[in-house]
């Protein structure tokens, strides 16, 4: 989720983990950007199912990913005129290729990179190199920045990089957009451009890791401190289990929560009353549901 709403954030689609429980509760809702942040969701799971299921990254499931990330904004490109210009200046900065032919014969080149492990070049340089052709190529009209962030993250998951798809390399991204847009122009202009731009993707991995790996010492951190409240103040709730469930996701609901530790509904209502109580969790009504935040989670990433 945290990835996800970063790599949304350089559009300027803002919004806050409170806005995207809510979406992610009520489905239909106001937060349209929250929506889109879904969408990013979505896209980082389905995009490494997809990985782990296939064993390889094809251009279709390239297409799969951006039909999520921008449901409405077609496929490939079918008609030429995309540039890329610098916002402020409107000097063009990248002119990508234009047919749809040209676009295709691309793709499949970089599908073929993207496959073949044995040049003896680390993932994580390949990593670089295959954002950085992905972004050249600009296939679509529109999220060819968002589709090239979940890229990133398939193609470490891929490799074996990344055991699971957790690393927020878009945050990074997001806070150092201007040198990222210098970079990738430059990148068009050199080989020179092309070797900062790898050593600035390397930088991002490595920043970004420890950030990760200190994010996840959190987490556990706040899982042992929840787990000693929960003994001190309500001792005949604590189990494993019920640690588990308040940490699954960010927010949980009597279904949900009723379901993983697998009593009656009634007796997951009694406990997320008491863990309310004890302040491990609080609730709030959206439409028809309560739902019941965890808000230790929400302290740490809404500091
Ligand atoms: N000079 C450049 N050459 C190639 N690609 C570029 C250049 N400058 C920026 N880009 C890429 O274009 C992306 C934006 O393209 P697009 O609007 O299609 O994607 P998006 O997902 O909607 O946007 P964003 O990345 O801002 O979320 C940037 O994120 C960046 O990766
Ligand atoms: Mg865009």
Do not use: W
Request: aromatic residues 8%; neutral net charge.
């Amino acid at each position: 989720m945290i990835e996800a709403k970063e790599s949304s954030e350089i559009e300027n689609i803002l919004t806050t983990f409170d806005e995207l429980y809510k979406e992610l509760t009520l489905k239909d809702t106001k937060f349209i950007n929250a929506k889109e942040v879904l969408n990013s969701r979505k896209s980082i799971i389905e995009g490494c199912r997809s990985v782990k299921e296939n064993g390889f990254i094809s251009v279709n499931m390239i297409y799969g990913i951006h039909q999520i990330v921008e449901p409405e904004k077609g496929s490939i490109r079918k008609t030429a005129g995309t540039v890329k210009m610098n916002s402020r200046t409107r000097e063009v900065v990248h002119i990508p290729p234009q047919s749809e032919n040209e676009i295709r014969e691309y793709l499949a080149n970089l599908e073929k990179y993207i496959n073949n492990h044995q040049d003896g070049i680390d993932s994580l340089i390949r990593m670089a190199i295959i954002h950085l052709q992905f972004e050249m190529i600009h296939p679509f009209y529109d999220g060819n920045g968002r589709v090239g962030r979940v890229l990133n993250l398939m193609y470490l998951y891929l490799t074996k990089k990344l055991e699971v798809p957790v690393l927020y390399l878009s945050r990074y991204i997001i806070r150092h957009k201007d040198i990222y847009f210098q970079l990738l122009k430059e990148s068009g202009d050199s080989t020179e451009g092309i070797r900062k731009f790898i050593l600035f993707m390397l930088e991002a991995v490595t920043v970004t890791s420890v950030e990760t790996l200190n994010f996840i010492e959190s987490i556990l951190k706040s899982q042992d401190e929840i787990a000693a409240m929960i003994k001190l103040k309500a001792p005949k709730l604590y189990s494993k289990e019920l640690i588990d469930a308040l940490f699954y996701e960010f927010t949980t609901k009597n279904e949900h929560f009723a379901k993983s530790l697998e009593v009656s509904r009634n007796t997951a209502m009694t406990y997320l009353k008491t863990l309310e109580r004890i302040g491990v969790l609080r609730s709030e009504k959206i439409g028809k549901e309560v739902i019941y935040k965890n808000t230790r989670l929400f302290d740490l990433v809404e500091k």
